[in-house]
């Protein structure tokens, strides 16, 4: 049979006789019936409310920088730059800057360039040791420490362009733990090197410095506020308690005041406070969080929470999602979240609502980028995969990330 008569025969079948109906008779519900399609559909309609505010995005890869594992990769607040630590991982010892520790001969410090849209990472330049990775950057540069031969600490900011170094603290003091505030601010916990605390060292724009001395409490990795002025640091006493401080660090007269504080733990040691900020960064230059918060993973609670320390329940924690291991937020104000079972987006206002947003635990970093507004961190053993990723243009009901490149 030719094509021409297949065409015509299934055009046959397909058109009903105009005198007689083909289909079959409607077939009337029973009430058993209708009840469960309501049920059905007003569920549906449930699943539809709950999702139809979610983060919906399109994710590509950008490439893959080498890691040692410890400190996350910190990125430029453009998103254009990242810093990465590479070679044998220092011990934790050496990151809590304890006596004696010094990071290995062979530990360097990567920037790399993040190109354009598919174009893939591009490394600009090395950094060897002794120098360690902080947490912290502005569009400018990242911060460093460098421990020195005698016990001392310096700290240095490396420029992302061309990966000159200027040292901000150079003294014979143990210096570590440094954070980038508003307006060229500083602040760092600084110790002398026969003493074991670590008291809370700021300076302002102007050049001058202010100290809050331990007094029996070790003061640790202080975070500036990207909404403010303020200023926070974690105070473990030495009945092994740990509170979160937060202070208004606008000048000296204002650190003088009283400040907020809440208890996250009893029992705790120093390691529990790097433990609590191990992936986050203290990046300025982004986009400020919705109020005035500190976001920190809880070591009992073992998920993110929020300490809004302006707010009317100031003496309360925020849980987030639980098993969540780090939180940015979305374009929304809404919360991304790192768990083991993959990347979630969780509501703001309703923290009920939690959708899996992909199905790798990877960690998102707001840029100020509108075509790279997040990267997407992938840390494996020896490396560190970058994908981009931004919400979509025109959101659907579903909440699948569609992969690119």
């Keep these: 049979m030719n094509r021409r008569c297949c065409i015509l025969i299934l055009a046959a079948i397909a058109i009903p006789s105009c005198h007689e109906s083909k289909w079959p008779k409607r077939t009337q519900l029973t009430a058993s019936q209708a009840q469960a399609i309501n049920e059905i559909a007003s569920r549906q309609n449930e699943i539809n409310d709950a999702t139809k505010g979610a983060f919906r995005g399109e994710v590509w890869t950008v490439g893959a920088i080498p890691w040692n594992a410890t400190v996350m990769p910190i990125a430029s607040p453009q998103g254009r730059w990242i810093a990465t630590a590479s070679g044998t991982a220092p011990s934790n010892a050496c990151l809590m800057a304890l006596d004696g520790s010094l990071p290995p001969t062979d530990s360097e410090i990567e920037i790399w360039e993040l190109l354009p849209g598919f174009s893939g990472a591009r490394h600009q330049t090395t950094l060897t040791a002794?120098?360690?990775?902080?947490?912290?950057?502005?569009?400018?540069?990242?911060?460093?420490?460098?421990?020195?031969?005698?016990?001392?600490?310096?700290?240095?900011?490396?420029?992302?362009?061309?990966?000159?170094?200027?040292?901000?603290?150079?003294?014979?003091?143990?210096?570590?733990?440094?954070?980038?505030?508003?307006?060229?601010?500083?602040?760092?916990?600084t110790r002398s090197r026969d003493e074991r605390l670590f008291s809370l060292a700021v300076r302002f724009q102007d050049g001058r410095e202010f100290s809050i001395p331990s007094n029996g409490s070790d003061w640790l990795i202080p975070t500036w506020s990207s909404r403010s002025m303020r200023l926070s640091a974690w105070r473990l006493s030495p009945e092994g308690v740990l509170r979160l401080i937060s202070m208004d660090a606008t000048d000296s007269q204002t650190l003088t005041q009283p400040a907020k504080q809440i208890s996250v733990m009893t029992g705790a040691s120093r390691w529990d406070a790097f433990t609590a900020t191990g992936n986050q960064t203290s990046v300025q230059g982004l986009a400020p969080p919705p109020v005035e918060e500190v976001m920190f993973y809880h070591p009992t609670q073992q998920r993110m929470s929020v300490w809004m320390p302006t707010g009317i329940n100031s003496d309360q924690l925020v849980s987030l999602a639980p098993d969540s291991?780090?939180?940015?937020?979305?374009?929304?104000?809404?919360?991304?979240?790192?768990?083991?079972?993959?990347?979630?987006?969780?509501?703001?206002?309703?923290?009920?609502?939690?959708?899996?947003?992909?199905?790798?635990?990877?960690?998102?970093?707001?840029?100020?980028d509108p075509m790279r507004p997040f990267m997407l961190l992938d840390p494996g053993r020896n490396v560190v995969r970058i994908r981009g990723m931004r919400p979509a243009q025109q959101p659907t009901d579903s909440t699948k990330i569609t992969s690119g490149n």
Excluded at 138 to 152: C, I, K, R, Y
Excluded at 341 to 357: E, K, M, Y
Aim: glycine share 6%; charged share 20%; aromatic share 8%.
């Design 325 to 368: 291991i780090d939180a940015v937020h979305d374009d929304q104000g809404n919360f991304l979240l790192t768990l083991p079972r993959g990347l979630h987006w969780q509501s703001l206002t309703d923290l009920r609502n939690i959708v899996r947003v992909d199905h790798i635990p990877v960690y998102a970093r707001p840029t100020t």
């Design 130 to 189: 002794p120098l360690l990775l902080t947490n912290a950057a502005d569009a400018e540069g990242f911060l460093v420490e460098a421990p020195q031969s005698n016990g001392s600490r310096w700290i240095g900011k490396v420029d992302w362009r061309t990966g000159t170094t200027t040292w901000l603290v150079q003294d014979d003091q143990v210096n570590a733990m440094p954070t980038l505030g508003p307006q060229n601010r500083l602040a760092w916990s």
